[in-house]
């Protein structure tokens, strides 16, 4: 018999993020408890939408407060923990279902593991995971406190916990939410008020410096984790998650030094905490020493991932581990090495297709035949469209366009659409199909690729000699992206290399000699027109370099030129950056070695 659930929620002003979470919970649970503490938005209605019983909770910046009241209108005989910003995963859903299945213990406090996405999208690869409760039985006086990060309290004497395999994917520390909400200040607020109420509160010190250092504030962040450590005890939850970020502030900082020394000291306290062995590879890697990066990594395979109560990142112990080995063997220039490592890697997640790239470029040094390198690939991938367009990037990579619009002509998922004509798009004007390029059917401009569909379809016009269209086109996309600072860069380029083509005059666009986007854009244009050898073209583009003011621009090109051939002009550019600005790299270096 089904054990019978609760489902309990605070929220404010949650009508984004709410009909996901309550769609990926709503067949599972017997009852949805809804606490508001102040929308504004649709959000209640979006509550009673899915049957949810609703209170009214006056705000008074104590989360646990807040909580708790939800607990109080909990009929069922088990409560389950979600906030409105999370969601279960399909085969998330269904271990809570075998789960409430079964016989559960009325002593025990269910743990899931917290999978929180950080940056400016779901990323799997940007991700950290802390384990939270979040099922436990009803009426036994469990309560939460703390007026921020509450925690579940109970006694230990009593109950126990139980770690389960179920994870919630969390959306509150996206750059995008954490602005919508000024998640911030306002926990900073609470906190530094309750710092002044309990200032030996080490909970309290380690929250303010997970605060601080989202915000950047690296040097307050480990004023609060060192007050945090002092007298540390090793026992309290969040101790190996201290350790931890203190390790990858120092090594954010550059101080390599004290992160490792705070390696070996959260090793003696936490030794099948793998995640320390996998920092401890990072940071010989920034110091150059792979042979102790090696062995560190071997020491992540050789523990496996962590137990569920010392896991941070994931994949430490197993995909990322074996990747990161393989990238040390290619850069090392053991093919044979790093492509068993990045074949381990795809065998330890089927979903993370980084590996690939390299091991299709390992396959091109080996004078492997187009037709066995699809065969491998294609072993990778299932038949479907989203696959299609994966192995289509794959070979645009390596500058395999006609093989990578092979695959897009295979895709004829309309909902696909729009992805498959950007990589259409780059593909047809790498390859001189600039009229194809334009006949493209045209893609959403609220799109985030929509800035690359515009770039193809503009370089097209220029080469076509067809310079009022492309001036036409680009008038269009500056009064469409205006308020999009991300790509007034490439615009302002795009309209100086226009001017260059129509004898206009132009305009210096920047006199940072680092400022780096801008040579980026340049070298992708001058690359463009090399590979379809139109050199008088590409003779005019290269001047874009004069209202840059970068330092690098000789270099960048010497080593477009060796990428695409043209050894001699690789040397002889290479060489005018050293003697007239006196720029080099070691891949400018290396590549002066190879032609010498």
């Given at each position: 018999m089904k054990n019978q659930v609760s489902l309990c929620m605070i929220v404010k002003n949650e009508e984004e993020y709410l009909p996901r979470c309550l769609a990926s919970i709503k067949d599972i649970v017997d009852e949805i408890i809804i606490v508001d503490t102040g929308s504004t938005d649709r959000t209640l209605e979006i509550a009673k939408s899915f049957n949810a019983k609703t209170y009214f909770f006056k705000w008074n910046n104590n989360f646990s407060e807040a909580r708790n009241e939800s607990l109080k209108h909990a009929s069922k005989d088990w409560i389950l923990i979600m906030d409105a910003d999370e969601e279960l995963y399909k085969e998330d859903q269904e271990l809570v279902r075998i789960l409430l299945n079964s016989k559960l213990d009325e002593n025990a406090i269910y743990n899931f593991q917290g999978v929180s996405y950080c940056g400016n999208y779901i990323d799997e690869n940007n991700k950290i995971i802390n384990l939270n409760p979040r099922l436990f039985k009803n009426n036994i006086g469990l309560h939460y406190e703390g007026a921020i990060h509450n925690q579940l309290a109970y006694s230990e004497n009593n109950y126990h916990v139980i770690c389960e395999d179920v994870k919630v994917h969390h959306y509150g520390y996206l750059n995008k939410r954490i602005a919508s909400t000024d998640k911030r200040n306002r926990n900073l607020t609470i906190l530094t008020n309750q710092l002044k109420k309990h200032p030996n509160d080490k909970f309290v010190l380690f929250n303010l410096g997970n605060e601080y250092a989202a915000l950047g504030d690296l040097e307050k962040a480990l004023e609060f984790y060192y007050k945090c450590y002092d007298n540390f005890n090793p026992d309290v939850g969040f101790g190996y998650a201290l350790l931890i970020r203190m390790v990858y502030v120092n090594f954010d900082i550059g101080k390599y030094d004290e992160s490792l020394r705070l390696i070996g000291e959260g090793i003696n306290y936490y030794p099948e905490c793998t995640d320390l062995y996998f920092l401890k590879a990072e940071n010989y890697k920034i110091l150059g020493k792979p042979t102790l990066q090696i062995k560190a990594l071997e020491k992540c395979i050789e523990l496996g991932e962590p137990p569920a109560n010392l896991k941070f990142f994931d994949g430490t112990g197993g995909v990322k581990a074996f990747n990161e080995l393989g990238n040390i063997y290619y850069e090392l220039r053991d093919f044979e090495t790093a492509y068993n490592y990045y074949i381990e890697a795809?065998?330890?997640?089927?979903?993370?297709?980084?590996?690939?790239?390299?091991?299709?470029?390992?396959?091109?040094?080996?004078?492997?035949?187009?037709?066995?390198?699809?065969?491998?690939?294609?072993s990778f991938f299932d038949v479907s469209c989203e696959s299609y367009i994966l192995m289509a990037d794959l070979f645009f990579k390596e500058g395999d366009y006609n093989t990578a619009l092979e695959y897009l002509n295979k895709c004829n998922d309309d909902s696909l659409e729009e992805r498959v004509n950007v990589l259409k798009a780059r593909c047809f004007i790498r390859i001189g199909g600039f009229e194809d390029c334009i006949a493209l059917t045209e893609i959403n401009k609220k799109e985030p690729a929509y800035i690359e569909f515009f770039f193809s379809k503009f370089i097209s016009y220029i080469l076509l000699e067809r310079y009022n269209d492309a001036y036409k086109l680009l008038k269009e996309i500056k009064k469409e992206e205006k308020t999009r600072e991300s790509y007034k860069r490439r615009i302002d380029i795009y309209e100086q290399l226009i001017k260059l083509f129509i004898k206009e005059p132009t305009t210096i666009l920047s006199r940072d000699e680092n400022e780096h986007e801008y040579l980026d854009i340049v070298m992708e244009i001058c690359e463009i027109m090399l590979i379809n050898k139109r050199y008088d073209e590409l003779s005019i583009a290269v001047n874009l370099g004069n209202l840059v003011s970068n330092r690098s621009m000789l270099l960048s090109l010497g080593k477009l030129y060796y990428r695409n051939g043209y050894l001699e002009l690789a040397k002889k550019e290479i060489l005018r950056s050293i003697k007239e600005f006196d720029i080099y790299d070691s891949g400018g270096l290396d590549i002066l070695k190879i032609l010498s």
């Open positions: 795809l065998k330890a997640d089927t979903s993370f297709i980084d590996p690939i790239y390299n091991i299709v470029h390992i396959l091109k040094l080996e004078n492997k035949s187009i037709s066995e390198i699809k065969t491998i690939v294609e």
